[in-house]
């Protein structure tokens, strides 16, 4: 077993000297479809309508020759019908923002997006709409390496503000525009993705984009992007300039205001309504903000942008490149909380650009792992309870419940809301928190880092976290995927005995889950004093090993049981498994020996504690 250490820790000094290579098995393809976008829009107020003219420069940078584009037209999921429509309305547990919201809109509240003309090259094609989705027949395919310039004329009329986008949202925004225009859909190494817009996550192509707004004057904006010419906003012109971003989005109002504030070069930008009940906690929110940015440079990596906006405006925070979308009426804590939330997605989903819809963990779990350590540093100090216990307990009710999905799920197709919201967030969350216990925080900090170093813009998937996790620390960690990504199997280990005699105690354990860990065990002895113990799994293939533990024989996990014996004269009081708390056992009771059990008192709905 020493030697397999001795072994790990070469491995990793290997590895650190070829950071900068990708891993020839590694999950991203290779390249990456390019779309720039230039836009030209006019907003009617009057009418809640919009009409558009797109110029996208395409090029395909896959293998593959394409005889046909999609594109996503998001507005159409806001009428009676829709697949979001259904879908809100037949599932066990609606999302209460929707529920038959849109089933019951009046049709002047509708939403609707058209394409009228779409020519290639300047050629007219072939559309065909179906719902959120729009086809292009194309006469001539886009070969491998060129590049084609779209052209689109479209008109589309803005919901009443439902989920995300629309007009006149719960607190009187009068228009939060995300998911909003004719947007060209992803072709990937799985091909081309055309998931119709249910509500859930989304995947995009990186490109430039150069949008102009037309609005009544009086109208103040904010979005994606730089604002390329202030002067001309009092005539109703707003010209955004954004590089290397997935989509644009944008918030209008005429009783915004805008406070502002720097994060070492990045423009800090806060855009609310003028209300007394507001001004308190957004005036304070700049400042947070921007330390909150300081926070994730230096756990993830450098912010790319130039600039961020924090908009109110949707129904709860969303984020988008450079800018994200919150209701306002807020506390304090509430505010910079769904602000640092939506804030922590720049990294994950903006510039590594995960496909959400396939893997909505890596965005929303790992967003929830770096804000929930964000949320302590700004508030508690490094001194303050566990930050991940929330996703923890929450995973492991959901684990218990009998309803757990596996993460691999499409985001779109969980069975209820809470098996999305649970897996996403919160399992997710515990997917990072519990490494852990596998590879120790150094090399989970420092695999963090490799990982936004290597991946930003290339669409990485779990293949690609593992294997910058395994170079940090020296681990075999493909069993730690497979099991906690692609399987409901639970962590449930337990000190089946503990037995001290002739100057000698020998612990034994179980393994009663399907899912294997390596054990820290902690041995508390009557004088007050404890010793710990590490034992790792054989296929870890090393070990490293907690400050202060002392290293046992690695677990193979196909033995149910485990015991050793250490030579010691003090007589043992209690043996505690995970005495740090990383591991996510659905058994927490039979972690500790003696152990402390709860039962029902026969004749009483009191419980009492039993000591066995």
Excluded at 129 to 137: I, K, Q, R, V, Y
Aim: hydrophobic share 40%.
């Amino acid at each position: 077993m020493l030697e397999q250490v001795k072994k790990a820790t070469l491995v990793a000094a290997c590895w650190v000297a070829l950071v900068g290579l990708n891993s020839a098995n590694a999950q991203y393809p290779g390249w990456q479809q390019r779309a720039d976008y230039t836009m030209d829009v006019q907003l009617d107020t009057a009418k809640h309508g919009l009409t558009g003219h797109t110029v996208i420069a395409f090029t395909n940078n896959s293998p593959d020759a394409l005889d046909r584009l999609h594109f996503h037209l998001f507005f159409n999921a806001f009428r009676p019908g829709s697949m979001m429509d259904v879908r809100s309305r037949n599932i066990a547990d609606p999302d209460r923002r929707v529920g038959s919201r849109i089933f019951e809109l009046p049709e002047d509240e509708w939403g609707s997006s058209e394409v009228s003309r779409l020519t290639v090259d300047g050629k007219p094609v072939t559309i065909e709409h179906d719902g959120t989705l729009l086809t292009a027949f194309l006469d001539d395919s886009v070969e491998p390496g060129a590049t084609v310039q779209l052209e689109l004329d479209w008109q589309a009329i803005v919901p009443r503000q439902i989920r995300r986008s629309g007009w006149m949202n719960s607190e009187g925004v009068e228009y939060s525009m995300t998911q909003w225009y004719p947007k060209l859909c992803q072709y990937d190494h799985w091909g081309w993705h055309t998931d119709p817009y249910v509500g859930r996550e989304f995947h995009g192509i990186f490109g430039n984009y150069d949008v102009t707004i037309n609005a009544p004057a009086g109208y103040v904006i904010g979005g994606t992007g730089v604002l390329r010419d202030a002067s001309a906003t009092d005539k109703g012109l707003w010209q955004f300039k954004a590089e290397n971003v997935l989509d644009f989005a944008w918030a209008a109002d005429p009783d915004f205001v805008l406070e502002t504030a720097q994060a070492g070069k990045v423009q800090l930008n806060c855009y609310h309504q003028i209300s007394p009940e507001l001004d308190s906690a957004w005036g304070a929110l700049p400042e947070y903000a921007a330390r909150a940015m300081a926070f994730f440079n230096e756990l993830i990596g450098p912010y790319p942008y130039p600039q961020y906006s924090i908009i109110q405006g949707g129904d709860g925070g969303m984020e988008y490149p450079m800018a994200t979308l919150i209701t306002g009426n807020r506390s304090l804590r509430s505010l910079v909380g769904v602000t640092v939330h939506e804030m922590a997605h720049s990294w994950f989903q903006a510039v590594l650009a995960t496909n959400e819809s396939l893997y909505e963990f890596m965005d929303e779990g790992m967003t929830s792992y770096a804000s929930s350590l964000c949320m302590q540093h700004l508030f508690a100090g490094p001194e303050s309870n566990d930050p991940f216990r929330y996703a923890y307990a929450g995973y492991i009710r959901q684990a218990l419940s009998g309803n757990e999905e596996p993460l691999s799920t499409h985001a779109d197709h969980y069975t209820t809301n809470r098996g999305y919201g649970v897996a996403a967030y919160s399992k997710g969350e515990v997917l990072i928190a519990q490494l852990r216990a596998v590879i120790g925080q150094e090399a989970l900090d420092a695999g963090l880092k490799d990982y936004y170093r290597q991946f930003a813009f290339k669409h990485p998937g779990p293949i690609d976290l593992m294997r910058c996790m395994e170079r940090a620390s020296g681990i075999e960690l493909d069993w730690y995927f497979q099991y906690f990504v692609y399987s409901t199997h639970q962590v449930d280990y337990a000190v089946e005995s503990v037995d001290q005699q002739d100057g000698a105690y020998t612990i034994r354990l179980q393994k009663l889950g399907g899912m294997p860990m390596p054990t820290t065990v902690e041995v508390r002895f009557e004088d007050g004093t404890t010793e710990r113990f590490f034992i790792p799994l054989r296929m870890m293939r090393g070990a490293v090993v907690p400050e202060g533990a002392a290293l046992l024989e690695d677990w193979p996990w196909v033995d149910p049981r485990y015991e050793f014996t250490q030579r010691d004269e003090r007589r043992v009081a209690s043996v505690q498994l995970d005495p740090d708390g990383w591991v996510a056992d659905v058994g927490g009771a039979n972690d500790v020996y003696p152990r402390v059990e709860v039962e029902e008192a026969p004749s009483s709905k009191k419980r009492k504690r039993k000591k066995s």
